[in-house]
């Protein structure tokens, strides 16, 4: 299978619209088989996926070391990891040891300084034993992740950290810089303290959530960055599940997620295949990644992805008032 490309912000950088997530496969709130880590990277890119996202904190270094694995005698990948933590040995605290089961035997150090990114890239050069990064995102800034003491490390991340994102640029050492956040908020700021090529946004522009619609992608863009949507499930909700923003979603959200349910069910579209191809409706998002944990679950997100989904679904969805009245779809 072939896959369309877009480009990352201005680089020239080429990206497949469907790409790789690796935080599930990494183990995130649920045990996942060295074997099923492998198939699930396997299966993606033997059928053409070209961009993989990973970074040091899934699995606690373990998606860096598979994703490695993975690309080390393949031509032709584009490869996103992220800086903003660095790893020691030791054992986790139990509240990490919980989110991440079976993750390697590191604790991790919040560092988004210039000395702690440029550390955290030659790590993640070793842990990856691959030539090259392509894209380096700083990770987990904002009151989402940090609550109260997020404020100097936002700092340290827009001077010290952006300063080291900026200079491996320049170098050509990397290709793109960015973020890689749950927050739109975080985004904007950003946007004050320098030139982004992409921001990896988990969650926030999906078939439940459109609000950056009316903001932060146009200031994108304006700015010419473009979007990495990771989390386009929602967390699982739109798959089927019951989880939003990594929690039992509230009942005002399960609600909307059922009324939207409702409709592709009248369309005979799976929801989940609506959820997958609706951000790629936007010209400023370069790739969709969903993070499969196994083989079949890549598989099957392929059939979502080639779902046909008619232009009535969309238009019955903005006539509910389920989806943003300005917002662009697929086809």
Known sequence: MTFNTREIGKTGLQVSELGLGTAAMAGNHRVVPESDH????????????????????????????FAGDALRRRDGWVLSTKAGRLFKPG?????????????????QTYDYS?????????DSLQRLGLDHIDILLLHDIGEMQHGEANAPLQKDAMTGGYKALDELRRNGDIKAIGLGVNEREVCLEAMNHGHWDTFLLAGRY????????????????KAGTSIILGGPFNSGLLAGGTTWNYAAAPGDVTERAARIEAICQQHNVPMAAAALQFPLGHPLVSSVIPGPRSKAEMSTIFDWFATSIPASLWSDL????????DAPVPG
């Open 91 to 107: 054992p986790a605290p139990e509240h990490e040891a919980v989110e991440w089961p079976g993750s390697f035997p590191f604790r």
């Open 206 to 221: 999906t078939l439940l959530e459109q609000q950056p619609l009316d903001d932060l992608l146009p200031a994108c863009e």
């Open 318 to 325: 903005k006539s509910a008032g389920l989806m943003h009245s």
């Open 38 to 65: 492998q198939a699930a990277l396997a299966e993606g890119l033997d059928r053409g996926i070209t961009f993989l996202d990973t970074a040091p904190f899934y699995g606690f270094c373990r998606s860096e070391h």
């Open 114 to 122: 210039y000395d702690g990114v440029m550390r955290s890239y030659e």
